[in-house]
């Protein structure tokens, strides 16, 4: 996913704020998913909702207010409940400037751990 920065991304010094990465590893996991056929409101209407169980988060670069950053997203590791994806953001320049591992644990709609259905699994892993 490529995403520009704009003036409301950043803090007074022209620098991303630090939280709002965390949006943008959302946003790429949502079309990372969406390219994988499972659109987030498809999966709520099967009862699976991912909510997130752990994000680590190292800042290796500042991403300021122009710049262009690609946010690339894989899997790193999946079981029945459970999705760690890995984000990896680099600047117009290839710089590495962001990486995040968020671990998704897949519930149903009263927050209780559940197996995802067996094709949202294999369609991640592919």
């Known amino acids: 996913m490529q995403k520009t920065i704009f003036y409301h991304d950043t803090d007074c010094g022209n620098v991303v704020y630090y939280a709002n990465y965390l949006k943008y590893f959302e ?6 998913m969406a390219e994988k056929g499972f659109s987030v409101p498809a999966l709520m209407e ?10 680590e988060v190292e800042y290796k670069y500042s991403v300021r207010y122009g710049d262009v950053i690609d946010i690339n997203t894989k899997v790193l590791e999946i079981s029945d409940i459970k999705i760690v ?13 962001t990486k995040g591992k968020t671990t998704l644990v897949c519930v149903d709609k009263t927050g209780m751990p559940v197996p995802m259905d067996a094709d949202v699994k294999a369609a991640m892993t592919r």
């Open 85 to 97: 994806f890995e984000n990896v953001i680099t600047n117009q320049h290839g710089r590495l400037c």
């Open 46 to 55: 099967r009862g699976l909702y991912f909510v997130v169980a752990r994000q």
């Open 27 to 32: 946003e790429a996991r949502t079309l990372y």
